[in-house]
């Protein structure tokens, strides 16, 4: 319910060099991947713990950005917790062959940062230059996205074999959950046509599901948390559409949870849901009509536990809402800081210190503009 002074915070990605981080926190360590390389950082003293650079020579022409670089992400590799990074790299080229871009894969005893394997996979045809995002995997495959939005590709990746199982030109990757790969079909450039949300399955690549909405010009798609089996979609249809503009679709179907059903987001322009690991799921949505918010929470049932909207008679401020975790729900108001409890939408703590976007029982991380990423103690 408590962090340590903002005066003692630990610098775990970004200020320290001029590279994008993205950091993820998980017990006591926080995992920090960049498009040069991924460390592990105590989030309790700031201390490296260890560092490890791509084994090939890194690409030059890399997109620089936070929007291009992967969390870590975690996989069970023959019964054994691993963490998997994904560079750009380039072979160099001899005589007539010019230098080939490639895409390096590793996987990492978190603990020790000691390399499991490295292999390299090569690049779609038309995808020779950016950084490859690292989206997902589960035990026997990894899923990795390069390009953008409106002009895409994505691999799977064999963690048996570690070669590629499978490429979908057109198809942008964004998150894997329940054995399936969730994202953005028809990714292609093309501009005569419009764009749909698609499930693709991990092992082969192949279609699983087409959300059935209208064509879209795009979508902003966010898994719930991993394993809750579910994920927000905030849609752009072509032309207007009397249908929702933000949905809650079940990640192995690409339909709404059968409890929930799509009437119970009609006339949202947003919606952003999280998780908390412990049963209670924490939403923040935005009416498309006149702009209201409003935070609410649903159990396993998907049964609404509490809400707070603005212009509900309760005179309370609605939180912006940074993540939930074990019965907490973390943000931030006019006021400050807030913590709510998950379960009954009352406030806990208004004196945390921070607004975290990740939290353990240890640690939270915050995003500051100057400092780049940092890690807070838990101290009550």
């Not at 419009?194 to 879209?216: F, M, N, R």
């Not at 049932?301 to 909207?309: A, D, F, N, V």
Request: contains cysteine; aromatic residues 6%.
């Amino acid at each position: 319910m408590t962090f340590e002074d903002p005066g003692a915070q630990h610098i775990v990605g970004g200020a320290l060099d001029d590279e994008a981080w993205n950091v993820r926190l998980d017990g006591t360590t926080a995992y920090a991947v960049s498009d040069g390389g991924v460390r592990a950082v105590s989030a309790l003293d700031g201390r490296r713990l260890w560092s490890v650079k791509p084994q090939g020579e890194p690409t030059e022409d890399a997109d620089h950005g936070a929007g291009s670089v992967s969390r870590p992400v975690f996989a069970q590799i023959d019964g054994k917790r691993a963490l998997l990074a994904a560079f750009a790299v380039t072979a160099p080229g001899s005589g007539t062959t010019p230098d080939r871009p490639l895409v390096e894969v590793t996987a990492l005893d978190p603990g020790t940062g000691k390399r499991l394997w490295t292999t390299t996979v090569q690049r779609p045809g038309s995808r020779e230059q950016g950084d490859p995002v690292l989206v997902g995997a589960n035990a026997d495959t990894a899923v990795i996205r390069l390009g953008d939005d409106r002009h895409a590709s994505s691999v799977g990746v064999a963690l048996g074999t570690h070669k590629a199982a499978w490429t979908a030109e057109g198809f942008a990757a964004k998150f894997v959950d329940t054995g399936v790969t969730v994202g953005l079909a028809d990714a292609n450039g093309e501009t005569d046509g419009g764009i749909s949300v698609q499930g693709v399955g991990l092992a082969d690549g192949k279609p699983a599901w087409t959300y059935d909405g209208p064509e879209l010009l795009g979508a902003t798609l966010a898994p719930v948390g991993v394993g809750a089996g579910v994920f927000t979609a905030d849609l752009d249809p072509r032309a207007y559409d009397e249908r929702d503009g933000a949905v809650l679709l079940t990640a192995s179907t690409g339909r709404p949870p059968a409890s929930y059903g799509s009437a119970r987001t009609a006339g949202l322009s947003s919606l952003t849901c999280l998780w908390d690991e412990r049963g209670t799921t924490v939403c923040a949505s935005t009416a498309r009509e006149n702009g209201h918010k409003r935070v609410f929470a649903l159990d396993t049932t998907w049964k609404e536990l509490w809400s707070i909207e603005e212009g509900d008679g309760t005179d309370r401020l609605v939180p912006e809402i940074s993540t939930a975790w074990h019965g907490a729900v973390y943000g931030g108001t006019e006021n400050g800081p807030v913590i709510l409890d998950a379960r009954t939408g009352e406030d806990r703590a208004a004196d945390g210190g921070i607004t975290p976007f990740a939290v353990s029982a240890y640690a939270g991380l915050v995003r500051t503009p100057a400092a780049g990423i940092e890690a807070y103690r838990a101290i009550g």
